[in-house]
């Protein structure tokens, strides 16, 4: 099969001993960029100024794409078992206060079912549940994550694509020290100091609101009266906001509310005094004990990064790109960033891939990550009613952007692909997310039901089948040997069983006699419809192209 444990190297602790790659910053994006470098052997250090993962929900819908990638280092079911308590939570509402008049409420259906396009699910499940379950799994796996350190310096001695030798300094001791990477990942948020320092300017509209969340802890049982939110807009006199549900939501809630710094509002105004009566009004109930856990402003803006590489530092998540929060498409993309870096950096490591293979990661993520905040735009003009009519069919399904996102780079010469396309609709063009066919997996003397796209993840994978399953086996042997790179397989009929109704290859748009070439990140790098002459110098051709490697 395709997808053979990695062999893990040692881990590198911070004291100044060499590292493979620098992470700052431990939200999900960071630890996410950890755990998949580690799913690849990479060793990596992870530095995160605060103590703790965050306290705050922030982000809390997950797309089947994000699921997919955690299922791919075996931890989509973890976050499956945490997401659980959020199953009920599909009423959207208008009201005066949790306690008070209903002004207007809908029920969102239940979500559709999607195993024609994908074995996993779109989830709810705050930030604050799920950062530390990648964490864990982070840890697990070896890499070495140091809260409470933050990043005060780096230089490049070597110059722009050099080693990075970083000094962290301990928060709580103040004790400093060096840390010595090959790369460093800057996942460090939407101010990102790493970016500032290497002067990376940003593009797009900037900052549109100022907002504000208040997390608190209080007797809801009363005021929901056994409704369960997924977000209740709050109208009074006091207030305008929302109020986002947890799974414990009897317990705990976050208001969220716009302030205005034209108008001479700051963040220091919302003191806890204050916030205990705010979330007072938007509960309904002026004697209810709440109890402030946390106050977070933060800005809803829509920005860019001019280059997500500069030399050997990389931008990811956040710090690479801001998007609104409608369609929730921003930890997603963060996440989808991570996993496209990792296995790139890993080739390269590995001396199986040129340092042009690096380029790519700019290449793809940037124009995706400008497209996704041009569709958050959009789908805020369209929920205000301000959008017109070609605003409107301009305005893509939100799993066609986060399922169904192209690279154009990687397309076969002269083919044009559109940005964004119906994950029903992916067939197997070079360039896209490789389509879900269900099928069983051969372990050893078992076989256990599963996706084609768990063949993915840590290596090039060849999918061939049918009557010409030797002659693609043999050309793959060799074409990885002259190439020099691991080739894993999927073959039809020894390893794998379809279980589709259509067959893989019509999945795949081949003959039943073809071959295709998917890469680490499950995404399509070749096809042959099917064997032609030189199969074998095919594929190698292929595999330095998809690894910018120099031609024999």
């Known amino acids: 099969m395709g997808k053979e444990p990695e062999e893990l190297q040692e881990p590198s602790e911070v004291a100044g001993g060499p590292t493979d790659v620098l992470i700052v910053g431990g939200g999900i994006t960071g630890l996410s960029c950890a755990l998949f470098l580690r799913h690849h052997g990479v060793r990596c250090v992870l ?10 929900p922030r982000a809390w819908g997950w797309y089947p794409r994000t699921l997919e990638l955690f299922r791919s280092v075996g931890v989509e079911q973890e976050v499956l078992a945490a997401a659980a308590g959020y199953a ?13 008049r209903e002004l207007k409420a809908v029920m969102l259906p239940e979500p559709g079912d999607l195993g024609a396009v994908t ?6 499940l705050g930030q604050d549940r ?11 796996a070896g890499a070495v994550l140091r809260y409470g350190t933050e990043l005060t310096s780096f230089e490049r001695p070597e110059g722009p694509d050099g080693p990075v030798v970083a000094t962290v300094k301990d928060r709580d001791t103040g004790e400093e020290r060096r840390v010595r990477a090959r790369w460093l990942v800057a996942a460090d948020g939407g101010r990102s100091p790493v970016r500032e320092t290497l002067g990376i300017g940003r593009a797009g509209r900037g900052t549109l609101q100022h907002q504000v969340s208040i997390l608190f802890r209080a007797d809801l049982e009363g005021p929901l009266d056994g409704r369960r939110f997924s977000i209740c807009q709050i109208e009074n006199d006091e207030l305008s906001g929302a109020v986002l549900g947890h799974d414990d939501t009897l317990r705990r809630g976050t208001l969220i509310l716009q302030y205005r710094p034209e108008r001479g509002e700051a963040t220091e105004d919302f003191t806890t005094e204050r916030c205990v009566r705010l979330v007072r009004s938007a509960i309904g109930d002026r004697d209810v004990d709440v109890e402030i856990i946390g106050v977070l402003p933060w800005e809803l803006a829509a920005l860019s990064a001019e280059r997500f590489r500069d030399g050997s530092v990389f931008l990811v998540g956040d710090s690479a790109h801001v998007i609104p929060p409608i369609g929730g498409y921003g930890a997603n993309t963060g996440v989808h960033d991570a996993h496209n870096l990792a296995w790139k950096l890993a080739a390269v490591l590995r001396g199986e891939a040129g340092e042009g293979l690096l380029d790519t990661y700019d290449a793809e993520r940037r124009p995706v990550a400008e497209a996704t905040i041009e569709q958050a735009q959009l789908r805020l003009l369209v929920r205000s009613g301000r959008a017109d009519e070609e605003q409107r069919r301009a305005t893509v399904d939100v799993l066609a952007v986060m399922l169904g996102h192209a690279y154009p780079t990687a397309a076969e010469p002269g083919a044009r692909l559109r940005r964004f396309r119906e994950p029903a609709e992916l067939c197997g063009e070079p360039g896209t997310r490789a389509p879900h066919v269900p099928v069983l997996l051969r372990d050893g003397d078992r076989e256990e039901p599963g996706s084609l796209l768990d063949a993915y993840g840590s290596s090039p994978v060849l999918v061939w089948g049918g009557p010409a399953g030797e002659v693609w086996r043999g050309a793959g042997e060799e074409a990885a040997r002259r190439a020099g790179v691991r080739l894993g397989t999927a073959g039809f009929g020894t390893e794998v069983r379809d279980l589709s109704e259509r067959g893989w290859h019509e999945a795949y748009g081949v003959r039943a006699d073809g071959a295709v070439l998917v890469r680490p990140d499950g995404f399509v790098a070749w096809r042959s419809a099917g064997v032609p002459a030189d199969a074998a110098g095919a594929l190698e051709r292929a595999l330095r192209r998809t690894l910018v490697r120099e031609s024999a």
Do not use: C, D, K
Not at 119 to 124: A, M, V
């Open 47 to 56: 530095v995160e100024r605060h103590a703790s993962t965050s306290v705050h």
């Open 88 to 100: 009920e939570h599909r009423r959207q509402a208008t009201v005066e206060s949790l306690a008070g």
């Open 119 to 124: 074995p996993s699910r779109q989830i709810s």
């Open 130 to 140: 799920m950062e530390p379950i990648v964490r864990e799994a982070a840890s697990r």
